[in-house]
Each structure stands twice: as structure tokens, then as C-alpha cells.
């Protein structure tokens, strides 16, 4: 209020001033409400200074009320949601082990599983794959045709092919099981941020598994074409590891070249992170099967466990990914995190 009182006096004191007639200036209507310091201008006549002067016109200033600008109001970006799925490996022996790592994974709830293979031991037969496989997972798989419980309405399983599912009849049981994009032997799809490409590692694929066989040809294409932050290869067979079985040096093709971002794989029941080349590989082979002990340590081999049975959760927006192994006891035994340069 003080500073509306002090304009008024200033400019009443200026007819004043001027001839002794302030009742010759404008009204002026005054608010309590706040004000800026907006200013515009109208013209007044003032009183006669002399008796020869001609009526003088003066500009006075005028304060406009109500001209406060409001602020625009605060955005709050909305989060991106993350993406998590989970990765088992050599996981299908249908016994407890096994199934302790299920109910860990499944107590994560995550959009989708993918394994690293070996889903059906012994020998990959169709008498054997539900107990190993829909015992535990039915709620991700579609179509599901086992006796287990109900299935998903959207598949949500993402299996590759180990050794031991080849064993019988060139893998047509697992064939038979799932249903998978492309030819179900080796395929992509995208989720999110995320473009997954599983591989088939095995010699008996009939399209084969050098860096330059069809099958190869077909992984550098999609790479080059896919336009995910976030680009994963997961095989059976590992091109690096320090394992039992050791690398299966057929395997390692110029995926850093090709544009992958990670490879992960198993065979090897162990967990390994290793950095060859500037590129991440995992193996993660410790789903139910027995525990391997470690050979050979390679150099790039920056993580080894086998000390208990486990699973990873990954979780992936369009800026960072981030990958844990973590025991069917709880216990977290890696971190390991990627992020987009700005």
C-alpha cells in the first residue's frame, strides 16, 4: 500500500506545483492489489501560469494496476519407465536348485525371461521339457500347451538353443515347445529400448556358426539396421570364458564391430564378466545345473563366481543398463552398469 500513497502525493503535490488545482487532474483509481512497474502515459491540462500563457499540456505518469505477469507453471518431465527382464542359463534339470532360482526370478516380476540355453537336460527329450521348463515358467510362455497352470497371453520367454537341446531329433522337441519369431533357431525382437538377438552356437545349426556363415550374415544386417540404444546377442556357446569347457573360439564373431552392445552366453556353469576388446560378455551358467569349477583364467575376465546357483536382472531405459548377478539367496554378487554418451 505504501508505495501507491507515495505516487498519489507525488502527484498531487505536482498540480500543486503547477497552480494550486489539483482538482484539474485525472482520476485515478487505486487497488490494494500488487502491482509492477508498468507505466503508460496520459495527457492532462494544467492550470494557466500566467494570464498570457496559452494552457500548457503536460504527460503524467500513471501506475497500472493489476499488470503482475503470472508465472508459467513448473513441467515435471515424466520418468521413463525401465525395462527388466531376466536371464537363466543351464537351468533345466527340473530339481530344487532350479527351482529355488525360479521363485527368485519370478519374485522379480520382470517383463520378460531369456535363457542362455540348455533348457532341457538330459538330452532335450519331449517327455522331459514341461517338468523342466513350464513347471516354472508357464506364466511367461505362449501359446502354453503343458499341464502346469495357465500360460501368458502375450509370450514373454525367449529360450536359445544348448547342446543338450539338440540331442534329440535335432531339437524338435524344444522346436515343437515354444513358439519363437523367425525360424525359432536363431531370431530378434525388440522391447522398449532393448533389440535381443539370439543365436543358435551349436555346430548341427543348418545355417551355420563361423563370422561368416548365413546365419552370422543375418546378425550383422539386423544390427546394422536396428536403431535400439540398447543392442543384446545372447548364445549358448561362449566366445570367452574361463570355465570348465573354456571359450568355443567359433563364436567369436566381430559383434563390437557389428554394433552389439553386450553378449552374454553360458555352457560353462559358472558366472563370468569379462571385457575383451572394448566389448562386455557374460556367462551365466549357474540356473540348476552342476557347478562348474573355473580352468584357465582369461585376460578381460574382471568377475568369476560359482560359489551358489543364481540368475541376472537387467534393467534398461534409452540412457542406461544395468546388469546384476544375483544368488537364489538374495546376495548381489556384480553390478555393472552402461550408459549413452549425452
Known sequence: MAGWKVQLAWLIALGLVLGGCASSLTTIAVTSAPVTSQVAWIETSTPTLTPESPAATLALPIILAGATETPAPEVTPTPEP??????IGDYGTGGSAAGDVAALLLGWQPDFIITTGDNNY?????????????KFYHAYIYPYRGHFGEGADQNRFFPTLGNHDWMTDHARPYLDYFTLPGNERYYDFVWGPL??????????????VSQNSKQATWLKEQLAASTAPWRIVYV???????????????????FKEWGASVVMAGHDHVYERLS???????????????????????????????????????EANSQTIT??????????VDTFALSRAP
Not at 525401465?82 to 536371464?87: H, K, S
Request: glycine residues 14%; proline residues 6%.
Open 122 to 134: 538330459p538330452d532335450g527329450s519331449a517327455e522331459t521339457i514341461d517338468a523342466r521348463v513350464g
Open 82 to 87: 525401465a525395462v527388466r527382464f531376466a536371464v
Open 323 to 332: 546388469f546384476q548377478f544375483i544368488t537364489r539367496l538374495g546376495e548381489v
Open 195 to 208: 533389440h535381443l538377438f539370439a543365436l543358435d552356437g551349436d555346430p548341427n545349426e543348418p545355417d551355420g
Open 236 to 254: 549358448h556357446q561362449p566366445p570367452y570364458s574361463s570355465g570348465l569347457h573354456g571359450s568355443v573360439t567359433w563364436m567369436r564373431w566381430p
Open 276 to 314: 575383451i576388446n572394448g566389448l562386455t560378455y557374460f556367462v551365466n551358467g549357474l540356473g540348476g545345473g552342476s557347478i562348474y569349477r573355473f580352468g584357465k583364467i582369461l585376460d578381460g575376465s574382471q568377475v568369476r563366481y560359482n560359489k551358489e546357483y543364481g540368475a541376472m536382472l537387467v
